[in-house]
């Protein structure tokens, strides 16, 4: 079983499951991070320089950095170094980030989690009760492509209770190195490649990427039989494993009539599921995703028994048997 990251905080950020459907504009179509209780309204803490401990080896942005034991009293604050300055998009409050990171305890030096030897960075929202206090307060105002070193005290870590799984006592004061790789926000598109749309028996999906809803065209003919996954822009990115988190823009619509019942383009959020979980609500989605790259914008069109079938969420535009149009523009996975 893949590891849980250890940067969540007591709640995580809630997500769109597609569980349960409304129409357009509906509060089902957005997330919401979930503040944990365990987690204070105080006012931004002080950030200082330093100190930090020296970064010994893998120096360069995306290797996996040997990092010094901290020397002395780690300070009090929480310390912030850019030790790459990217020059990409800056990261506001509430934006979703990728990063790799390698977190230690000072004292010690002990490595407690690293992203970079799973090979799968950390998709996470910069968002109260969403991650730790130290990384929200860090990366806010960082450019994309800089590689971060911070000293996170507990009061912005794990606070008291530590994190015994990860062997973090309470008094300890934490040690991360972020690269930052990428950022995204509710007006954030798939940016690759459009690819020919020339099957008229399929609907038609605008290309258009500044994060709005795509036009989607759906031809007055019967729906295809079968699951139909397809992209519309072709991105460069790893494909989708049948385990991984998705971080995403997406509509889905009725073929009969073109309704939409669920979406976040133009709601201000994004959606993050778990490829795993949407198997158990609609498995023509996770089908059709698996295996679609990184960066792509995908059309799929799901019949009835790999969709909702004869069980609809009440009240909505999914009818029994209603065959499902999605468009989902992939941004991110972990």
């Known amino acids: 079983m893949r590891r849980r990251s250890l940067l969540l905080a007591a709640v995580p950020a809630g997500l769109v499951t597609l569980a349960g459907c409304g129409d357009g504009t509906s509060d089902s179509s957005k997330t919401s991070a979930s503040p944990s209780p365990s987690v204070s309204s105080a006012p931004p803490p002080k950030i200082v320089d330093g100190p930090l401990p020296a970064i010994t080896a893998g120096t360069k942005f995306g290797e996996k950095p040997t990092v010094a034991k901290g020397t002395g009293e780690p300070p009090k604050d929480l310390a912030v170094k850019t030790v790459i300055a990217g020059s990409g998009r800056t990261v506001a ?23 970079y030897d799973r ?5 996470m929202q910069l968002a109260q009760g969403s991650i730790i206090d130290g990384w929200r307060y860090a990366l806010q105002g ?8 911070i000293a ?8 008291k209770g530590g ?28 940016k690759g490649t459009p690819v020919p749309q020339t099957d008229a028996a ?47 823009q997406f509509q889905g ?14 709601s201000g959020r994004l959606s993050q599921f778990s490829l795993q979980q949407m198997q158990q609500a609609v498995k023509g989605l996770a089908q059709g995703l698996t295996g679609k790259k990184v960066g792509s914008r995908v059309l799929i069109v799901i019949p009835p028994e790999l969709g909702y079938g004869d069980s609809p969420p009440s009240g909505g535009a999914v009818k029994k048997g209603s065959t499902l149009v999605f468009t989902v523009d992939i941004l991110a996975a972990m």
């Not at 390698?102 to 407690?112: M, N, P, R, Y």
């Not at 619509?253 to 133009?266: A, C, H, I, N, P």
């Open 253 to 266: 619509l009725v073929w009969d009539g073109g309704k939409t019942f669920e979406r976040t383009y133009g």
């Open 119 to 123: 090979k799968r960075p950390l998709v």
């Open 142 to 149: 960082k450019r994309t492509g800089s590689r971060i070193e």
């Open 93 to 115: 409050e509430n934006d979703f980030i990728r990063a790799d990171y390698l977190g230690q305890v000072w004292s010690s030096g002990k490595v407690f989690d690293n992203s």
């Open 202 to 248: 399929l609907p038609k999906v605008g290309t258009n990427t500044d994060g709005q809803v795509p036009k989607v065209t759906i031809p007055r003919t019967d729906p295809p039989k079968k699951l139909v996954s397809q992209y519309v822009l072709e991105g460069d990115g790893p494909e989708l494993k049948a385990d991984q988190t998705v971080l995403c």
């Open 163 to 190: 994190n015994a799984q990860a062997g973090i006592k309470g008094t300890d004061t934490l040690v991360f190195v972020i690269d930052l790789e990428e950022s995204f926000n509710s007006k954030s598109s798939a």
């Open 152 to 159: 996170v005290p507990p009061a912005l870590g794990y606070g």
